[in-house]
């Protein structure tokens, strides 16, 4: 039954806020109550739509910013992504993505397909491959440097500090061809920040960057003096750098026999991609402020949501004994003894299985903006009875929130929702439809992450060398149960990321032993196995 309505505001219940949640304002204020009649605080979020019959709803402020409307309906979710749709990604629905420069993920039109042409193919098996490789030697580099290669149990470690550096380096080795280590000193013999530093420091402060007037950083105050010295620093290093590589593709395309395409072909990394899409003349052309506001999108993005995304997957499974008894025995069954490599990445359905579920708990892109381009409608199903489905008109300008949480915790889709069930997206269970392509987490359509099977590689790659090697215990305070300390250490911030906090975990060792092949130390330390495209 399709119900034609003439005006969304009649038919969606009403919400009325002091301020746009989705507001630098907002962003800037200390939270408070207000926050929590909004759902944007994470337990009371999920009650957000439940006196929407169609899942969506408005908010109104009063005193500052639009009528956003929002949505858990994942339907809205397939018709605002599809290629047909009326609705696109506003170029300034986030401001703090386009600060150093352009991008694939801040431009609109035919601007963001410009970048998505020339970033979209070093996306491919060869780097998959790479990133599996390098994520095997990052973590035969950490067991090493942090002195666990012959213990029988590591002390307490906070994992999201070592979920974010292995992160950072695969994004920094695969998409940059920066050599890391894995114990680095924060500055170089000059003084000068290290790179590792910089890129870190990058990642971690774009909302504080973006947020913060120019004046404030004459004042002295020392946070900021760091912010503003990583920034100024990654500026100046990737200036440096783009003209290096640049001068490198010269001599390569100089060279007898060389062609634009061959030189091309044997780029593998992203920014060589970018950097040689600089020296093309026409269409695909990139300027400086391009390449680095690409450089600076991709160190975000390929960083803090993969990063937070493992840490509470590692979490979860600290927190479901069973639920990694079930993994280590899906690793073992598609590994017997032998080291794992990229070949097996779809035999690991297990592990990915847990980072989708990591995923689906801790969404790393908790919302995504869209903007209605001419008037159009949604037809969205009822919660009470999915049969019937209304029509409701949407005005040109409408900014639709699709609320990625609230549709993973949405019980009609996902039972039990608050439950960490990594089998609910293995193969072998019967599910409506293919729920491992369909996962929405890394959106959907023309505009999907274009680094969704990066992290995966990644995750699984990671996951499956420590769960093989290691049991993962959650380290409790006295007399706290299994629910305090997931309250405690897993209850996330909305930032431009979603992120998680300290989490305290042992590793106790299984019966494998991992051995440290020197070659592998000595390559890590060394940054020879970055990528030489
Ligand atoms: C668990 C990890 C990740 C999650 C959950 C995630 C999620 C998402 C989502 C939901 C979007 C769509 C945003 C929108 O439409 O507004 C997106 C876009 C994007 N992601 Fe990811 N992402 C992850 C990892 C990565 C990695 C590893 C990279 C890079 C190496 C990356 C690079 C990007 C870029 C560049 C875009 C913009 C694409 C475009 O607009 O054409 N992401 N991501």
């Not at 703090?96 to 193919?121: C, F, Q, Y």
């Not at 500026?235 to 750098?241: L, S």
């Not at 979860?316 to 032998?338: C, F, N, P, T």
Request: proline share 5%; with cysteine.
């Amino acid at each position: 039954v399709l119900r034609a309505r003439s005006d969304f505001t009649d038919r969606l219940p009403h919400r009325f806020t002091s301020i746009q949640p989705l507001s630098t304002p907002a962003a800037l204020l200390p939270r408070s109550p207000f926050y929590r009649t909004l759902g944007f605080n994470w337990h009371e979020h999920q009650s957000l739509y439940d006196n929407a019959p169609l899942k969506t709803l408005t908010i109104t402020p009063i005193l500052f910013g639009q009528t956003f409307m929002y949505t858990k309906n994942v339907q809205a979710f397939y018709q605002s992504h599809s290629l047909t749709s009326a609705f696109y990604k506003p170029a300034n629905s986030n401001p703090a993505l386009r600060m150093l420069g352009e991008n694939v993920a801040s431009a609109e039109g035919d601007i963001w397909k410009r970048h998505r042409r020339i970033t979209a193919p070093a996306f491919n098996h060869s780097t998959y491959r790479n990133v599996w490789d390098t994520t095997a030697r990052v973590y035969a580099d950490s067991i090493d440097k942090e002195g666990w290669s012959n213990v029988e149990e590591t002390p307490v470690v906070n994992f999201n500090t070592v979920t974010h550096k292995v992160a950072l380096f695969l994004i920094a080795i695969v998409g940059f061809g920066l050599p890391m280590t894995w114990i680095d000193p924060p500055r170089d013999e000059n003084g000068k920040l290290s790179v590792q530093a910089m890129i870190f420091d990058v990642a971690t402060y774009i909302q504080e960057r973006s947020m913060i007037p120019k004046w404030a950083y004459k004042l002295g105050i020392k946070k900021l003096d760091q912010i503003d010295e990583a920034y100024t620093r990654f500026e100046e290093f990737m200036h440096e750098y783009i003209a290096e590589r640049e001068t490198e593709l010269k001599n390569a395309l100089a060279m007898e026999g060389a062609s634009e395409s061959s030189v091309a072909e044997n780029i593998n990394n992203i920014f060589g991609r970018l950097v040689n899409a600089r020296l093309s003349e026409g269409k695909l052309g990139m300027t400086y402020e391009e390449i680095i506001g690409n450089c600076f999108v991709f160190t975000f993005a390929g960083h803090e949501t993969t990063a937070n995304t493992l840490a509470a997957t590692l979490g979860l499974l600290a927190l479901y004994q069973d639920e990694q008894e079930w993994v280590y025995q899906s690793i073992k069954s598609a590994l017997g003894d032998r080291e794992p490599t990229f070949e097996d990445f779809d035999n690991l359905d297990g592990v990915l299985a847990c980072f989708i579920e990591g995923s689906r708990l801790y969404p790393g892109a908790y919302l995504v903006v869209r903007r209605a381009s001419k008037d159009t409608a949604l037809d969205l199903p009822r919660r009470d009875n999915a049969e019937i489905v209304e029509r409701i008109p949407v005005k040109e300008g409408t900014t639709l929130i699709l609320d990625i949480s609230s549709m993973n915790y949405d019980s009609d889709t996902f039972p039990d929702p608050e439950a960490f069930t990594p089998r609910r997206w293995s193969k072998s269970a019967s599910l409506p439809t293919s729920m491992l392509d369909g996962f929405i987490g890394f959106s959907y359509g023309p505009r999907v992450c274009i680094g969704h099977k990066f992290a995966k590689v990644e995750g699984v790659a990671f996951l499956t060398l420590l769960l093989r090697d290691w049991r993962i215990e959650a380290v409790m305070n006295d007399g706290e149960s299994r629910g305090d300390w997931r309250r405690r250490v897993l209850t996330p911030n909305f930032g431009q990321a979603l992120l998680i906090g300290e989490v305290p975990l042992k590793l106790v060792r299984r019966t494998h032993r991992y051995v440290v092949l020197a070659s592998l130390v000595a390559s890590a330390q060394t940054g020879d196995f970055a990528p030489s495209g």
